[in-house]
C-alpha cells in the first residue's frame, strides 16, 4: 500500500486524468465485444456469416450499438493518450479482456475454464505491475517531436517488420486457415495494433495542443498520424469482427 500510496502522490494531474479515462476505455470496449458478438450471431443466423467474409452484421441494430459502444471506449482510449505517457494508458487495455472473460461467462454463458482464468489473473498482474514502475512521460511540443521519434531507423525497421507479417497473414495465412484458427485473425489484429499506438499518441497531442492554442492541424505531419490510425482501424474492425463471428461457430 505504502508504494501505491507513493505512486499516486507522484502522478500529475494529466496523468490521473490518462489513468480515469483508460480504466473507462476498458469497460466501454470490453463490454462491446459481448453485445458486437450477439449481434454476429443474430446476423449469422439469418444471412452470410462475418467468418466467412459477410457483411450481413451491418444490418443488424445489435452490432450497430456495440458498435457504438466500441467507438465511445475508443475515445476515452484516445484522449487517454493525450494526457498520460502510452507506457501507463496501453496496459490498461489488458482490463477489457477480463471484462469481456466474464461478461461472455455471464451473458453468452461461455465457460471459463482454468486457463482462461490464469491469464486473467496475469492480465491483472501484469498491468499493474507496468503501471506501478511507469516512468514520467517527456513533454512534447509539437506533433513533429513525435514524428521525428516515430522516423528514426529502430522504429521504422520495426514497422517494416510487422508489415511485412501482417501482409504474409492476410494473403497466405488467413485465406488457408482463418476459419480453423482463429489466432491469424487476432494475429493481424495484434500487430496493426502495435503500429496505431504511436500515431494514435501523436493524434492525441495534436488535438491538445491544438485545443490549447498551439495549432497541430498546419503540420502534414498530423494529416499523416490521422491516415495511420484510420487505415489501423478499419483493418482490426474487419479482422474482429471475423474473429468474432469464429468463436461463435
Known amino acids: 500500500m505504502a508504494a501505491v500510496r507513493r505512486w499516486s502522490e507522484g502522478m500529475s494531474s494529466d496523468n490521473i486524468k490518462g489513468l480515469v479515462l483508460a480504466i473507462s ?6 463490454a462491446s465485444f459481448i453485445v458486437k458478438k450477439k449481434g454476429l450471431k443474430k446476423a449469422g443466423a439469418s444471412g452470410v456469416r462475418a467468418g466467412v467474409g459477410g457483411y450481413s452484421y451491418l444490418l443488424e441494430p445489435l452490432w450497430w450499438i456495440g458498435m457504438i459502444t466500441m467507438v465511445v471506449g475508443e475515445i476515452a482510449n484516445f484522449a487517454a493518450y493525450a494526457f498520460a505517457p502510452a ?19 455471464i451473458i453468452l454463458r461461455e465457460k471459463l475454464h482454468t486457463f482462461g ?3 486473467c489473473a496475469l492480465c491483472v498482474v501484469g498491468s499493474t505491475t507496468i503501471v506501478l514502475h511507469a516512468p514520467q512521460e517527456r513533454q512534447i511540443e509539437s506533433v513533429t517531436e513525435v514524428w521525428d521519434l516515430a522516423t528514426e531507423p529502430g522504429f521504422l525497421f520495426y514497422t517494416a ?3 511485412t507479417a501482417v501482409f504474409i ?11 480453423t484458427h482463429i489466432m491469424v485473425y487476432i494475429g493481424v489484429c495484434s500487430l496493426v495494433g502495435s503500429i496505431s499506438v504511436m500515431s494514435v499518441k501523436a493524434l492525441g497531442i495534436a488535438l491538445k495542443l491544438t485545443f490549447s492554442g498551439m495549432n497541430q492541424l ?20 474487419n479482422f474482429l469482427n ?8
Not at 507506457?87 to 461467462?105: D, K, Q
Open 161 to 163: 517488420l510487422v508489415l
Open 242 to 249: 471475423k474473429a468474432l463471428q469464429r468463436k461463435g461457430d
Open 25 to 30: 476505455s476498458s469497460l466501454f470496449i470490453g
Open 169 to 179: 497473414l492476410i494473403f497466405h495465412f488467413v485465406p488457408q486457415y482463418g476459419q
Open 117 to 119: 482464468i490464469l491469464g
Open 218 to 237: 498546419l503540420y502534414p505531419q498530423t494529416w499523416a498520424f490521422t491516415l495511420v490510425v484510420a487505415s489501423c482501424v478499419i483493418t482490426q474492425m
Open 87 to 105: 507506457i501507463l494508458v496501453t496496459p490498461l487495455g489488458a482490463l477489457s479482456i477480463i471484462i469481456s472473460a466474464v461478461l461472455a461467462h
